[in-house]
Every structure is written in structure tokens, then in C-alpha cells.
């Protein structure tokens, strides 16, 4: 009875049946183990395929001495051109006919393609790119860091190759390579793996194509992981939750996260209930609506490790000052020690609602007023592909509040001088959408002529609504309108 698997060369037995082995040798040598009951006489009969009945018949050899061991040669014909997973295995028949069952199958991985080449070691931005000592920090790890190939290898199959990296041993789940560069996002969990605290640890990548791994070895690289930092928790989430929000109160009268005018020129309170873990050398630096809060504008606190109260800054008006409007305005603090790393911790920003002056939305203007009347005429007409005669507005540029907002539109015709009395039928109402560049640099919106036509010769006004700094502000221009010829007729478009 068969006892066992056949074996294989070291490579392959290594690698599994490749291209460039074939390509060297021509064929798989398989030996057949010596089995106990061997006779001369025996048939001994090799298969290769996926079990039966699909696979098929490398050869047979009748033993002619007990002592030398079966060989059968496995040609490239003979493996083909389909490629995964396959198995070998025998089978005995002695000289009465009488034939055995299968021997145990051995299990090969064939792969007939060109190996990848020209792997260079694990490409780490964050980390490569650093100024020295190159180090992987907080901000990196919740970026986060990514590992990878910089470009294109050799021999790279785009629908077959994953790659698969490994940090710290933790092998991440293998992904198929679309172009390049290539990276792989790298879990918070598996740098923080073991210790937050200052480490050098290993990482790798293999090419996985099929079954196969390229190279066999892996590619490494060394970082250095270093994510303590002040405040409670692990450091995973940005924001940290586990930080209290900020209350801030000013001195006018208003309830708290309320700021108006009512409050200028005094200082403002902020405070937040002390966090867990606090220690020597930590420091605590106000953010109001993105912006630093310098320890002149008492903005910075110095902690000492003792503290157990609120934190409190007292914070200029000039910070409220400068950073105007805003509902809701975010303002929050962040923490660092920087006797233990550069790493940062942040807390959630508190919603305030600040309104210290009136909003002030881009002036818009009618164009191409008549220089001699003063007024909105025929001649301000120009051509327009979709809307067909029309007048144009600008809206003036520099007012970064208005990138990514939609515009409220409105012309509406008036009987009198004050802009007291509508007149039917003249109201037109758009939405329009400015890009970032007409943002910066102005943009014109346009009034058909049908509405301008009707308001004939009369007054008329161009005005549009806007959010700014979470309220809306309204920006208009009333002007004479003379929409009809010297006859009394339509301008003649």
C-alpha cells in the first residue's frame, strides 16, 4: 500500500512549480517514497491534476530493483498552461493485477508567469520624508500611514497582484494593486500594538499572485513609532472624545457659547473641566475658529500636574475681534508636552454662536450703466447664449465665506423712487453657484431682459442672499430702469 507523499526538488517543494524553474530545468523530478511491501513487479503509476477523474497520467514504471527509488519526470507539457493550486499522488498495482488506492496527495502551487522583480523596500512617506530623526508620530499614525510600492516593478500583473504588508507582525489583509504608486493604510491599532511609548518595529510587504508569495523572503523596513501624548485614552481618535468640550462666557450678559456686541472690549472666559492624566509639563493652547491662541492673548496654559479645577483662559477681545462671526464659531484647545515629544492631542470644538457686528456680504452692481444718465438702458443689454439679451451684475470677489454656497437671486422692478411699490410681474428669482476662482476673483450673475422689459421705465433692484458665517446676509443695488426706446417702444434686441 502507498505510505506517503511523492517529493519534490527543494525549490519547488520551497516555491511551488514556477516559470523560471521550467524554463531551467524542463521538468518537475518526483520520487516516490520507499514503501515496505515494494516488489519487483509493481507498477507504480503517477498523476498530476486536481484529484480524479481530471487529472492525468505522468507515467508508469514497473520496479525492476527494490532499492532504487521511482522517478517520474513532470514535463511543462505536461503541467500545461493553467495554473493555482494542483496535486500529485500514485497509485500500486503488484504482478496479480491488483491495484491500490491513492496515495496521500501532495499539493503544489503552479505558477507560469514571470515572477514580479525589482522590489525595492517598503515606501513610507510619512515616515521617508521626515527630516531626521525620522519618526512616526501621532498625526502620522492617525493620517493614516500608508506602506508601499513607489512604482512599477517588473513583471507586474494589474488584475492579478495584491500586496500584502505585515507591521509589527500583524499582516494586514492582502489588496490588489490598481497603478501607482500603491499604498496600503496602516490600522491605528497595529503601531500602537504593545506600547504607545517610543519602539522600533518592522515592516513588510510580499507581491501575492495566486497562491505564490514574491519575494520569499519578505521586504522590510525599520520605523520608529513614538504616539504617547497628553490627555486620556489611546490616542486613536482625533478629536478626543474623552477631553470635556469648552464653555465659553463672555462679561455682556449672555448666556454661555453666546458672544454679541454686548460683550466687546472686555476679556472672555473660557473654561474646560481637567482632563485625566494631566502631568507636569503638559500645556493647553486655546483654539478659536482654527486659530492658535497666543499666550499673550491668554490663549496658553502651563499645567503642573496638580491640577484637579477647571482649566480656564482668559482670552482677549482682540481674539473674538479678529476672528469675527460665526454660528456656530468652533472653539476648542489642544494638548502637547513638549518634555515628552512633539505629539499633539485635540479636543472636540465647542459650537459658539458669535455675532459681535452686521455681516457683510460682496458688494454687487449693475454694469454697463448708461455714463451719461446714470440709469439702466438698452445699450446695458449684452448677448447671452442660453438666456438671450440680458442685463449683467458683478458680485465682487475676495470673500472666501461665499466657496461652496449657493446664491439667492432676486430682481424685482418698482413703481417709485423708494422701492416702496413692486411692479407685477417683474419679480425673477435664480440660484447661483459660484466656482472657487469667481469666488476670488468676482463673478457676474445676469437678469433676463423679459423682466426688464416689464419694469419698462421705472427702478429696479438686483440683490442676492448669501450665509456668511452661519446668518444670511443680503448685498442689493437700486437703480433707475429705462427699458423702453425714445418712442416708447422695446429696446430692439
Known amino acids: 500500500m502507498p505510505n506517503g507523499e511523492v517529493t519534490l526538488p527543494a525549490e519547488v517543494e520551497r516555491d511551488g512549480i514556477t516559470k523560471p524553474y521550467l524554463d531551467a530545468n524542463g521538468f518537475v523530478l518526483v520520487t516516490v517514497p520507499q514503501y515496505a511491501t515494494k516488489k519487483i513487479g509493481d507498477v507504480i503509476e503517477a498523476f498530476f491534476g486536481i484529484s480524479l477523474p481530471g487529472a492525468i497520467s505522468i507515467g508508469n514504471v514497473t520496479v525492476t530493483d527494490t532499492a532504487v527509488p521511482?522517478?517520474?519526470?513532470?514535463?511543462?507539457?505536461?503541467?500545461?498552461?493553467?495554473?493555482?493550486?494542483?496535486?500529485?499522488?500514485?497509485?500500486?498495482?503488484?504482478?496479480?493485477?491488483?491495484?491500490?488506492?491513492?496515495?496521500?496527495?501532495k499539493k503544489t502551487n503552479v505558477s507560469l508567469t514571470d515572477p514580479p522583480e525589482g522590489l525595492l523596500p517598503p515606501n513610507i512617506p510619512l515616515f521617508?520624508?521626515?527630516t531626521l530623526p525620522k519618526l512616526v508620530d501621532l498625526a502620522d499614525a492617525r493620517m493614516p500611514l500608508g506602506i508601499g510600492i513607489l512604482a512599477e516593478y517588473d513583471n507586474y500583473i494589474a488584475?492579478?497582484?495584491?500586496?500584502?504588508?505585515?507591521?509589527?507582525?500583524?499582516?494586514?489583509?492582502?489588496?490588489?494593486?490598481?497603478?501607482f504608486p500603491f499604498y496600503v493604510n496602516v490600522p491605528y491599532s497595529a503601531l500602537a500594538k504593545d506600547s504607545l511609548g517610543e519602539k522600533t518595529i518592522t515592516t513588510s510587504y510580499q507581491i501575492k499572485r495566486g497562491t505564490v508569495r514574491h519575494p520569499l523572503t519578505p521586504l522590510t523596513k525599520n520605523i520608529v513609532v513614538d504616539l504617547r501624548r497628553p490627555g486620556p485614552g489611546e490616542g486613536e481618535e482625533n478629536p478626543n472624545p474623552d477631553l470635556d468640550l469648552v464653555t465659553v462666557q463672555g462679561q455682556g450678559g449672555n448666556g454661555p457659547n453666546v458672544l454679541t456686541e454686548d460683550d466687546k472690549d472686555q476679556t472672555v472666559s473660557v473654561t474646560a473641566q481637567v482632563f485625566d492624566g494631566v502631568k507636569d509639563g503638559d500645556v493647553a493652547t486655546l483654539i478659536w475658529k482654527g486659530v492658535e491662541v497666543t499666550a499673550a492673548q491668554g490663549g496658553v496654559i502651563e499645567l503642573d500636574g496638580t491640577e484637579t479645577d477647571d482649566l480656564e483662559w482668559t482670552v482677549e477681545w482682540e481674539v473674538v475681534d479678529e476672528g469675527g462671526n460665526g454660528n456656530p464659531l468652533p472653539v476648542s484647545y489642544k494638548l502637547t508636552n513638549p518634555d515628552l515629544n512633539e505629539n499633539e492631542?485635540?479636543?472636540?470644538?465647542?459650537?459658539?454662536?458669535?455675532?459681535?457686528?452686521?455681516?457683510?456680504?460682496?458688494?454687487?452692481?449693475?454694469?454697463?450703466?448708461?455714463?451719461?444718465?446714470?440709469?439702466?438702458?438698452?445699450?446695458?443689454?449684452?448677448?447671452?447664449?442660453?438666456?438671450?439679451?440680458?442685463?449683467?451684475?458683478?458680485?465682487?470677489?475676495?470673500?472666501?465665506?461665499?466657496?461652496?454656497?449657493?446664491l439667492a437671486c432676486t430682481y424685482q422692478g418698482y413703481s417709485d423712487s423708494a422701492g416702496t411699490t413692486v411692479k407685477p410681474g417683474t419679480k425673477y428669482e435664480f440660484n447661483y453657484s459660484p466656482s472657487d476662482q469667481e469666488v476670488d476673483d468676482g463673478f457676474i450673475i445676469k437678469v433676463r431682459y423679459q423682466e426688464l422689459l416689464a419694469t419698462q421705465s421705472a427702478w429696479g433692484e438686483i440683490s442676492y442672499v448669501v450665509k456668511i458665517d452661519g446668518r444670511d446676509v443680503t448685498s442689493s443695488h437700486f437703480v433707475r430702469v429705462h427699458m423702453v426706446g425714445g418712442t416708447g417702444t422695446p429696446c430692439p434686441i
Open 70 to 105: 521511482v522517478t517520474f519526470n513532470l514535463t511543462a507539457a505536461q503541467v500545461g498552461t493553467e495554473e493555482g493550486e494542483k496535486e500529485l499522488w500514485y497509485t500500486l498495482m503488484d504482478r496479480k493485477g491488483n491495484k491500490s488506492l491513492p496515495s496521500a496527495y
Open 128 to 130: 521617508d520624508d521626515d
Open 159 to 179: 488584475d492579478r497582484d495584491e500586496i500584502e504588508v505585515t507591521v509589527d507582525g500583524i499582516l494586514l489583509p492582502a489588496q490588489r494593486i490598481n497603478g
Open 345 to 406: 492631542e485635540f479636543s472636540l470644538p465647542q459650537d459658539v454662536d458669535v455675532y459681535i457686528r452686521p455681516g457683510v456680504a460682496p458688494e454687487v452692481r449693475f454694469q454697463h450703466m448708461d455714463p451719461d444718465l446714470t440709469l439702466l438702458n438698452c445699450q446695458s443689454l449684452r448677448a447671452d447664449a442660453v438666456l438671450g439679451k440680458c442685463a449683467e451684475a458683478l458680485v465682487a470677489g475676495g470673500e472666501p465665506e461665499l466657496k461652496g454656497k449657493t
